[in-house]
């Protein structure tokens, strides 16, 4: 699906200019800035179309059955609106994809920016993202030549790991994937002085190959898991971008209060605001 036509030399110059920012420069960029996002894009696009969002449906599904969607009053509107401002008049998908993205939200990647400003804050030595996802995470690690382990349940996304690396020549032996339930991995036998991730919210995005839980199965599943990664990071911090609904029920009582919260710079159209939580381990 033809949606985004983006050079590989287009990303690579990004890359060089993004790699060599300061953490000034890097605070400095506009919330809304896109700096960085067509790295991810470039890899990972396909992937974020094939997510289901808080409607419970993904683009690809929304584009089958468009048919059945122009018979709905809202989708007329947009349509009407479309046509009226001459927006997207050369292609239907771009047409379509503008949207599906108003009417029933897009699935968005953590940006690199905001994870280059956690690297050089807090300089890690060996980072563990336990819902590594779209890239963003791993991409910055990159950058920082920073030790990383990713996991995902999620093994399409694997092919594209594969494909960063490869692309930008990397020492692969600093970058451990593991495509599988994060609660099946041995933490005890992984050295990492940062947690650093950004789990999914219950079901409100729903990956392909993820299981749809119940909210007290999902529940249960961060409480594990992020007693597991507590317990086995030695020294260091813990680092979590994630719902406040969640890190008021769940974390707080696990963890305690976060020693910094600090506002998520995004693009998103929702004027809501997201936080990064961290907590300091020092024993």
């Not at 897009?106 to 690297?119: M, S």
């Not at 991409?139 to 692309?167: F, H, Q, R, W």
């Not at 079901?203 to 249960?220: A, F």
């Amino acid at each position: 699906m033809d949606l985004k036509q983006i050079a590989f030399e287009k990303i690579k110059t990004e890359w060089d200019r993004i790699q060599k920012m300061s953490l000034q420069e890097l605070s400095e960029i506009n919330e809304k800035s896109k700096v960085g996002c067509n790295i991810v894009d470039y890899y990972f696009f396909e992937q974020r179309l094939k997510t289901k969002g808080n409607k419970g449906i993904n683009f690809y599904e929304f584009v089958e059955n468009i048919e059945y969607y122009k018979t709905k009053k809202y989708i007329q509107t947009l349509l009407l609106f479309c046509e009226k401002n001459n927006r997207y008049k050369d292609s239907d998908l771009k047409r379509y994809y503008y949207i599906y993205g108003l009417s029933f939200g897009r699935v968005n990647a953590f940006k690199i920016t905001n994870a280059l400003k956690i690297y050089h804050t807090y300089k890690p030595t060996s980072i563990l993202d336990p819902f590594c996802g779209f890239g963003g995470r791993f991409i910055a690690s990159m950058m920082m030549d920073t030790k990383y382990t990713g996991i995902d349940i999620n093994t399409d996304l694997k092919p594209e790991y594969d494909k960063v690396i490869k692309d930008f020549n990397i020492d692969s032996t600093k970058y451990d994937l593991f495509f599988q339930n994060s609660l099946s991995i041995d933490y005890s036998k992984i050295e990492y002085d940062m947690v650093f991730t950004s789990p999914p919210y219950e079901n409100i995005e729903v990956y392909p190959n993820n299981p749809v839980l119940t909210i007290k199965e999902w529940r249960e599943f961060y409480k594990k898991l992020f007693k597991l990664l507590w317990d086995n990071l030695k020294k260091g911090t813990f680092i979590i971008n994630i719902n406040e609904k969640i890190y008021k029920s769940i974390l707080v009582p696990l963890l305690g209060e976060c020693h910094t919260q600090i506002i998520l710079s995004k693009s998103k159209r929702n004027n809501y605001i997201e936080y990064i939580y961290v907590w300091v381990k020092t024993i």
